[in-house]
């Protein structure tokens, strides 16, 4: 079974603090991906990575970065937590699919609270 | 802007009913269809996965895509209480990125 696991299940922050966000796969996926997801909004996705060190910016990357240093790890970072960054963040993983996408496996996610 | 989109519901059935579910997608390069099955407060979990027009069976859930109408389904017999969640559509075609909906929220009831 794909297992993907988040840092943290809920994290209550400040404002201004800098917030790591950590995610690892044990499948060897190739691709990774940062969402978050508020009501009505659905799922939007923030940054993906296609391989160690390589990532691309998603629907919304203002306010975030990610790291990706190794194959089975990536992290998210809020450089300066504000309060509209409060949400449900989730991490997924799938393997490369020649023709793309492939399966996407979602962490349990990680409740961020901004205060 | 690729999108998929979805009813939001509420859609409420009872038990023991067919509940059916819709999407449609506005990039015709889409090739690859997934329905995740999402419960408050959890993350989504793959029910299953479509490339190919017509129907695929996996034991209570049915998905349903035709390309030339831009639809995707999903169609649970027998529904159970159980099955009550958000589901989600999404879709993707030549990259790894999938495009997601918002979500169905059905409610089985007893």
């Known amino acids: 079974d794909v297992k993907v696991t988040q840092s943290s299940r809920y994290l209550v922050k400040r404002t201004g603090e800098k917030v790591f966000l950590e995610c690892v796969q044990d499948?060897?996926?190739?691709?990774m991906f940062w969402y978050r997801q508020d009501p009505g909004l659905g799922l939007r996705l923030i940054y993906f990575?296609?391989?160690?060190?390589?990532?691309e910016k998603g629907d919304i990357p203002e306010g975030y970065s990610v790291s990706r240093e190794k194959k089975e790890r990536f992290s998210l970072i809020l450089e300066s937590a504000s309060t509209n960054q409060t949400s449900m963040y989730l991490c997924?993983?799938?393997?490369?699919?020649?023709?793309?996408?492939?399966?996407?496996?979602f962490g349990p996610g990680t409740r961020l609270l901004v205060l | 802007q690729k999108e998929v989109e979805q009813n939001s519901g509420p859609l409420s059935v009872p038990e023991g009913a067919i509940a059916s579910l819709n999407c449609t997608y506005s990039?015709?390069?889409?090739?690859?269809f997934f329905w995740y099955r999402q419960y408050s407060g959890k993350s989504p979990e793959l029910i299953m996965f479509?490339?190919?027009?017509g129907d695929k069976e996996d034991g209570r859930f049915t998905a349903q895509l035709n390309k030339a109408s831009q639809y995707v389904s999903l169609l649970i017999r027998d529904s159970q209480p159980s099955d009550s969640a958000t589901y989600l559509c999404?879709?993707?075609?030549?990259?790894?990125?999938?495009?997601f909906g918002k979500g169905t929220k059905l409610t089985v009831n007893p």
């Open positions: 997924a993983s799938s393997d490369f699919l020649a023709g793309g996408p492939g399966t996407q496996y």
């Open positions: 990575s296609y391989d160690v060190k390589m990532k």
């Open positions: 999404a879709g993707g075609g030549g990259s790894e990125k999938l495009v």
């Open positions: 479509i490339y190919s027009n």
């Open positions: 990039d015709r390069g889409s090739q690859s």
């Open positions: 499948m060897d996926h190739e691709n």
